[in-house]
């Protein structure tokens, strides 16, 4: 099983950045994706999900009307589009896939935001 993160970096408040995650390994259409981050000194929070077969999304109220979340089954992709960025998104964003008693993580990447 492998969840790989990429995307991230650098960027300006209000600016945007698109996360991506790779996933092989597993049935991706049956696992619920989602998206967390950790910043420095605090707990990982989840910030976006993406329910099994794309059904359903969820989103933290600090991030709702800001951040997409969007999964391409075939491809086995799941993404985070993050728009009007602000410092207080700063953190290392972390790929989750959930099923049954199944857990996956990604190795994380890190989101910079700061002028």
């Known amino acids: 099983v492998q969840l790989v993160e990429s995307g991230g970096g650098l960027v300006q408040p209000g600016g945007s950045l698109r996360l991506s995650c790779a996933a092989s390994g597993f049935t991706f259409s049956n696992y619920v994706m989602s998206w967390y981050r950790q910043a420095p000194g605090k707990e990982r929070m989840l910030v976006a999900t993406?329910?099994?077969?794309?059904?359903?999304?969820d989103y933290a109220d600090s991030v709702k009307g800001r951040f997409t979340i969007s999964r391409d089954n075939a491809g086995s992709t799941v993404s985070l589009q993050m728009n009007s960025l602000k410092p207080e998104d700063t953190a290392v964003y972390y790929c989750?896939?959930?099923?049954?008693?199944?857990?996956?993580w990604g190795q994380g990447t890190q989101v910079t935001v700061s002028s």
């Open positions: 989750n896939a959930r099923w049954a008693l199944h857990n996956f």
């Open positions: 993406s329910g099994s077969f794309g059904l359903k999304q």
